[in-house]
């Protein structure tokens, strides 16, 4: 008996354990491996256990021959205690081999994308669950597969509300290195604030100046100071111009019982058209595809078949019952480009939720996913691995929600490791949030006019020109506005500050998307185009852009802009208004000047309806791009510049005919 | 098995166990070569045999031969199975046989597995390379229902060029306790390869002049693990703190 412990113990040291409490034994009449019947009769050997329990089939194993190697070890030891018989054994083994357990294997890969520093429950919108709902969604996924990835494809942060901007985003790289994830592809917003600054997120260290920095809790920080990430950061197609170095591994590799998978993360080339140029500087950012398949023969050479790309560059799904049904956008022309070696693209930029199929280099369907944004969505992927090429066999994947907790009486389980960090960056965030950045003469809101203007949509707008009209900073004459970008009003009155005054907090609330400004040139046949995109085909609802002082114009669209469509309305829209053009044929005008079709315009708009979001394509045509301030910061120095207050703008840009 | 000999096999666990945890390097699988397989032949000129398959992949060796034969009046098989799991960093082979033959039935089965190399690269997990390293291999070997109809022998050697590094034997007989264990460990470099052989044979026979049903097995498994060496200069500052320990115990006294 002890001779059995000790050859139990020994086994155990170099075999996975073969010990079972069999709880509820296995009890069926033949013992099987996998689905597969061994023929061998199953029976009670070892306390409650029968043979069945005594053989791991059900877990993953990193080869047939590993498993193989446990059925031999389970098998030989019920030989040596006389619990079956040497024919029986080789029953055992021939099954074993027959079953063909080991011969794959399979891997959750847990995907996210522009998660932005939406580390707090509802801060920026309802919409937003929090890390903490994040962090415990993730574990409930993993609790699934313990062989388990958990990547992100850009803009973890950047473009973050307060309670990360604030300390430098150093609580959203702190919540990631609790959740601990695998990789993050950098973004376009990793280079909001330059490469020194996103190496120290990678390397720790606290900010040269920003007092804010390193504000974390004991345990988050290394030597008193921010402790970076523990998580790779990835930028394969990010190179030094100088000497064509990457700045950061465009590979992570993570071993799976001895499969390896690479994970190879980049951003998009045109990175630098939407980022500030001092983002960017001495950087080059290469073809997404060109770099991906330049490494793909490295990594075979290193015995790496199994190949995820983490690529910040996505499109725009359609869907058809629910299901992808085709796909628009960038990352279309990238996919198609790819080597065949490439199994799953895991994608973002576009903060659209999408899982669908775009042919590679060899025509073959590629699985292609995007996550949404701000934590609201994570893609849970399953990828089948044969363990004798190591090569993906199979993928399949699902968006799933993660639940926004209730702001009273909450039943959505969150982790409370995460809760902890949240809270205590919410707790510091207090007073810098009560900073006054500028007075208002009056409510500013957002409610727009039957012609769909708002006096807030007017602040904004003239905020980006004045930022970027001077010679050097873009030269603008015009700035455009999405409505959905402005999340909320800017009270006259409000608990905790004086009358009139603007806070940090209160600005922050109202643009909490952090994006920069983007200036490009447009013809005015393209701003007549950008208008009637405003009631396109493409658009779910009407969505009317807010204008910079100086630029009117006059429309006829026939349904009310003062309030939402009600449903009966929304029919009308989606089945004979949009799509169709409404701009008054001469009345758009600069200063009272005709905007005429053939000449150029510089115009300034954030770097999200840059990028052509929430429909507006036009834009994707705009020349010249120069990219500029964050949008908060160009609304504090408009501010800045109107000591007396800003009154409440008279609704005079947009009119309806 | 007397109690020495089962504290040895403990401490050698316990070593196992505890030097797992701290790898230094771990041994990576470069190249290989197995062959394993069973003959067996009757005086009346029947003639039996079978291939030993090969599912080696990635970073895992593995060889398995198993097959049943069955017919009146005699039945017999074998499993001969070898190998090395890069994940848990074991080495394991074992061979099972079995007869079952009417009297006047008269035959000698043999299996085998022969494991010639599999190259193993010492590959860094931190430590610099050309780093020494103590590799160890420690596990458990069992010979069961040896008789006089049967044999069996097991070897394990690892090799550097001409140079045995570390080796272990074992020829039972039936005298034999069931049980041995199997340790050694010799000094290596991270980046060095390394070659391991290892060879199991068993035979089983009927004497024909009377019914036979019998078996014999063997297993040998155990898990290597590489410790990082101490420089020269660590040992002597070790030594130094040790003396250093030692006069102010004696000036306490």
């Given at each position: 008996?002890?001779?059995?412990?000790?050859?139990?113990?020994?086994?155990?040291?170099?075999?996975?354990?073969?010990?079972?409490?069999?709880?509820?034994?296995?009890?069926?009449?033949?013992?099987?491996?996998?689905?597969?019947?061994?023929?061998?009769?199953?029976?009670?050997?070892?306390?409650?256990?029968?043979?069945?329990?005594?053989?791991?089939?059900?877990?993953?194993?990193?080869?047939?021959?590993?498993?193989?190697?446990?059925?031999?070890?389970?098998?030989?030891?019920?030989?040596?205690?006389?619990?079956?018989?040497?024919?029986?054994?080789?029953r055992?083994?021939?099954?074993?081999?027959?079953?063909?357990?080991?011969?794959?294997?399979?891997?959750?890969?847990?995907?996210?994308?522009?998660?932005h520093?939406?580390?707090?429950?509802?801060?920026?919108?309802?919409?937003?669950?929090?890390?903490?709902?994040?962090?415990?969604?993730?574990?409930?996924?993993?609790?699934?597969?313990?062989?388990?990835?958990?990547?992100?494809?850009?803009?973890?942060?950047?473009?973050?509300?307060?309670?990360?901007?604030?300390?430098?985003?150093?609580?959203?790289?702190?919540?990631?290195?609790?959740?601990?994830?695998?990789?993050?592809?950098?973004?376009?917003?990793?280079?909001?604030?330059?490469?020194?600054?996103?190496?120290?997120?990678?390397?720790?260290?606290?900010?040269?100046?920003?007092?804010?920095?390193?504000?974390g809790?004991?345990?988050?920080?290394?030597?008193?100071?921010?402790?970076?990430?523990?998580?790779?950061?990835?930028?394969?197609?990010?190179?030094?111009?100088d000497?064509?170095?990457?700045?950061?591994?465009?590979?992570?590799?993570?071993?799976?019982?001895?499969?390896?998978?690479?994970?190879?993360?980049?951003?998009?080339?045109?990175?630098?058209?939407?980022?500030?140029?001092?983002?960017?500087?001495?950087?080059?950012?290469?073809?997404?595809?060109?770099?991906?398949?330049?490494?793909?023969?490295?990594?075979?050479?290193?015995?790496?078949?199994?190949?995820?790309?983490?690529?910040?560059?996505?499109?725009?799904?359609?869907?058809?019952?629910?299901?992808?049904?085709?796909?628009?956008?960038?990352?279309?022309d990238?996919?198609?480009?790819?080597?065949?070696?490439?199994?799953?693209?895991?994608?973002?930029?576009?903060?659209?939720?999408?899982?669908?199929?775009?042919?590679?280099?060899?025509?073959?369907?590629?699985?292609?996913?995007?996550?949404?944004?701000?934590?609201?969505r994570?893609?849970?992927?399953?990828?089948?691995?044969?363990?004798?090429?190591?090569?993906?066999?199979?993928?399949?994947?699902?968006?799933?929600?993660?639940?926004?907790?209730?702001?009273?009486?909450?039943?959505?389980?969150?982790?409370?490791?995460?809760?902890?960090?949240?809270?205590?960056?919410?707790?510091?965030?207090?007073?810098?949030?009560?900073?006054?950045?500028?007075?208002?003469?009056?409510?500013?809101?957002?409610?727009?006019?039957?012609?769909?203007?708002?006096?807030?949509?007017?602040?904004?707008?003239?905020?980006?020109?004045?930022?970027?009209?001077?010679?050097?900073?873009?030269?603008?004459?015009?700035?455009?506005?999405?409505?959905?970008?402005?999340?909320?009003?800017?009270p006259?009155?409000?608990?905790?500050?004086?009358?009139?005054?603007?806070?940090?907090?209160?600005?922050?609330?109202?643009?909490?998307?952090?994006?920069?400004?983007?200036?490009?040139?447009?013809?005015?046949?393209?701003?007549?185009?950008?208008?009637?995109?405003?009631?396109?085909?493409?658009?779910p609802?009407?969505?009317?852009?807010?204008?910079?002082?100086g630029?009117?114009?006059?429309?006829?669209?026939?349904?009310?802009?003062?309030?939402?469509?009600?449903?009966?309305?929304?029919?009308?829209?989606?089945?004979?208004?949009?799509?169709?053009?409404?701009?008054?044929?001469?009345?758009?005008?600069?200063?009272?000047?005709?905007?005429?079709?053939?000449?150029?315009?510089?115009?300034?708009?954030?770097?999200?309806?840059?990028?052509?979001?929430?429909?507006?394509?036009?834009?994707?045509?705009?020349?010249?791009?120069?990219?500029?301030?964050?949008?908060?910061?160009?609304?504090?120095?408009?501010?800045?510049?109107?000591?007396?207050?800003v009154?409440?703008?008279?609704l005079?840009?947009?009119?309806?005919? | 098995?007397?109690?020495?000999?089962?504290?040895?096999?403990?401490?050698?666990?316990?070593?196992?166990?505890?030097?797992?945890?701290?790898?230094?390097?771990?041994?990576?699988?470069?190249?290989?070569?197995?062959?394993?397989?069973?003959?067996?032949?009757?005086?009346?000129?029947?003639?039996?045999?079978d291939?030993?398959?090969?599912?080696?992949?990635?970073?895992?060796v593995?060889l398995?031969g198993?097959?049943?034969?069955?017919?009146?009046?005699?039945?017999?098989?074998?499993?001969?199975?070898?190998?090395?799991?890069?994940n848990?960093?074991?080495?394991?082979?074992?061979?099972?046989?079995?007869?079952?033959a009417?009297?006047?039935?008269?035959?000698?089965?043999?299996?085998?597995?022969?494991?010639?190399?599999?190259?193993?690269?010492?590959?860094?997990?931190?430590?610099?390379?050309?780093?020494?390293?103590?590799?160890?291999?420690?596990?458990?070997?069992?010979?069961?229902?040896?008789?006089?109809?049967?044999?069996?022998?097991?070897?394990?050697?690892?090799?550097?060029?001409?140079?045995?590094?570390?080796?272990?034997l074992?020829?039972?007989?039936?005298?034999s306790?069931?049980?041995?264990?199997?340790?050694?460990?010799?000094?290596?470099?991270?980046?060095?390869?390394?070659?391991?052989?290892?060879?199991?044979?068993?035979?089983?026979?009927?004497?024909?002049?009377?019914?036979?049903?019998?078996?014999?097995?063997?297993?040998?498994?155990?898990?290597?693990?590489v410790?990082?060496?101490?420089?020269?200069?660590?040992?002597?500052?070790?030594?130094?703190?040790?003396?250093?320990?030692?006069?102010?115990?004696?000036?306490?006294?």
């Amino acid at each position: 008996m002890l001779a059995k412990t000790l050859f139990a113990l020994t086994l155990a040291a170099a075999l996975p354990a073969v010990s079972h409490a069999c709880v509820t034994p296995d009890t069926s009449v033949n013992v099987t491996f996998g689905s597969y019947d061994t023929g061998v009769s199953n029976r009670v050997v070892s306390g409650a256990c029968t043979i069945d329990d005594l053989f791991n089939d059900e877990q993953a194993w990193g080869s047939q021959a590993a498993f193989i190697a446990h059925a031999s070890t389970v098998s030989f030891e019920l030989y040596r205690d006389k619990k079956i018989s040497a024919v029986e054994r080789a029953r055992l083994m021939a099954a074993a081999q027959a079953s063909g357990v080991g011969s794959t294997l399979k891997v959750k890969i847990i995907g996210f994308n522009d998660f932005h520093g939406y580390i707090k429950a509802r801060e920026g919108s309802s919409s937003n669950p929090g890390v903490a709902s994040f962090a415990y969604k993730i574990n409930q996924l993993r609790a699934q597969n313990p062989l388990n990835a958990v990547v992100s494809a850009g803009d973890l942060i950047g473009a973050s509300p307060l309670t990360s901007a604030l300390f430098k985003d150093e609580p959203t790289i702190e919540a990631m290195n609790r959740i601990k994830i695998d990789f993050n592809a950098v973004g376009n917003h990793e280079f909001d604030e330059g490469k020194a600054e996103l190496l120290r997120m990678q390397n720790g260290g606290n900010h040269p100046t920003d007092l804010f920095s390193g504000k974390g809790l004991a345990a988050d920080l290394k030597n008193g100071a921010f402790a970076g990430a523990n998580f790779k950061f990835l930028a394969a197609n990010v190179v030094e111009s100088d000497t064509m170095t990457t700045i950061f591994p465009g590979v992570g590799v993570k071993d799976f019982l001895g499969n390896k998978v690479a994970f190879v993360g980049m951003t998009l080339e045109s990175t630098p058209t939407i980022v500030s140029p001092s983002g960017v500087a001495g950087l080059t950012f290469k073809d997404e595809a060109d770099t991906v398949n330049a490494l793909v023969p490295q990594l075979k050479a290193q015995g790496i078949n199994s190949i995820v790309v983490l690529i910040h560059e996505g499109g725009f799904a359609t869907l058809s019952g629910g299901v992808c049904s085709g796909m628009s956008g960038a990352i279309v022309d990238i996919v198609n480009r790819l080597d065949p070696a490439i199994d799953l693209v895991i994608s973002g930029h576009t903060h659209q939720e999408y899982n669908c199929l775009i042919n590679n280099s060899a025509g073959k369907p590629v699985r292609v996913t995007s996550a949404g944004q701000y934590a609201r969505r994570l893609t849970d992927i399953d990828m089948v691995i044969d363990t004798k090429t190591k090569d993906v066999v199979s993928i399949t994947a699902a968006n799933i929600v993660v639940p926004v907790p209730a702001t009273a009486n909450n039943t959505v389980p969150l982790d409370a490791s995460l809760q902890e960090v949240v809270n205590h960056y919410d707790a510091l965030a207090a007073v810098p949030a009560s900073r006054v950045v500028g007075q208002i003469t009056a409510t500013i809101t957002r409610t727009q006019n039957n012609a769909g203007e708002s006096a807030l949509g007017d602040l904004i707008a003239d905020a980006q020109l004045a930022a970027t009209k001077p010679v050097g900073f873009g030269e603008a004459v015009i700035a455009f506005m999405n409505p959905g970008g402005i999340r909320a009003d800017l009270p006259y009155s409000a608990a905790g500050k004086v009358d009139g005054n603007v806070t940090y907090g209160e600005a922050f609330t109202v643009q909490p998307f952090g994006n920069s400004l983007v200036t490009l040139t447009l013809t005015g046949a393209q701003i007549y185009a950008l208008l009637e995109q405003q009631w396109g085909s493409a658009q779910p609802f009407p969505r009317m852009l807010q204008v910079s002082q100086g630029f009117s114009y006059t429309h006829s669209f026939p349904l009310p802009l003062d309030r939402n469509l009600d449903a009966a309305e929304g029919v009308i829209f989606t089945t004979s208004v949009r799509g169709n053009s409404y701009v008054v044929p001469g009345s758009v005008k600069i200063n009272g000047v005709a905007v005429d079709a053939n000449t150029s315009y510089r115009v300034t708009v954030n770097s999200f309806l840059a990028d052509g979001g929430d429909t507006f394509t036009v834009l994707m045509g705009g020349t010249n791009r120069l990219g500029g301030a964050v949008d908060t910061d160009a609304l504090e120095a408009y501010f800045t510049a109107s000591p007396g207050g800003v009154a409440p703008s008279t609704l005079n840009r947009i009119t309806r005919q | 098995m007397n109690q020495t000999i089962l504290f040895k096999l403990l401490g050698a666990t316990a070593v196992a166990l505890c030097c797992s945890v701290a790898q230094a390097a771990r041994l990576e699988v470069v190249d290989h070569l197995a062959a394993g397989g069973y003959i067996a032949s009757t005086i009346g000129g029947e003639f039996f045999s079978d291939d030993a398959i090969d599912l080696s992949a990635g970073g895992d060796v593995g060889l398995i031969g198993t097959h049943s034969f069955d017919a009146a009046g005699l039945s017999h098989g074998y499993v001969a199975d070898a190998y090395f799991i890069g994940n848990n960093q074991s080495y394991a082979m074992s061979i099972t046989q079995y007869l079952t033959a009417a009297a006047g039935k008269d035959l000698l089965a043999e299996a085998f597995v022969s494991v010639p190399l599999i190259t193993l690269n010492i590959a860094s997990e931190g430590e610099a390379l050309g780093s020494p390293v103590q590799v160890s291999f420690n596990g458990l070997a069992s010979a069961l229902g040896l008789s006089s109809n049967s044999t069996l022998q097991m070897d394990i050697a690892i090799t550097s060029g001409s140079t045995t590094l570390g080796s272990w034997l074992w020829a039972p007989d039936a005298a034999s306790s069931p049980d041995a264990p199997v340790s050694f460990s010799f000094l290596a470099n991270v980046g060095q390869q390394i070659t391991l052989s290892a060879f199991m044979h068993s035979t089983l026979g009927g004497t024909g002049s009377q019914a036979v049903d019998g078996s014999v097995a063997g297993m040998l498994g155990g898990n290597f693990a590489v410790a990082a060496v101490p420089e020269a200069s660590n040992y002597a500052m070790l030594l130094a703190g040790l003396g250093i320990l030692g006069l102010m115990t004696r000036r306490r006294v």
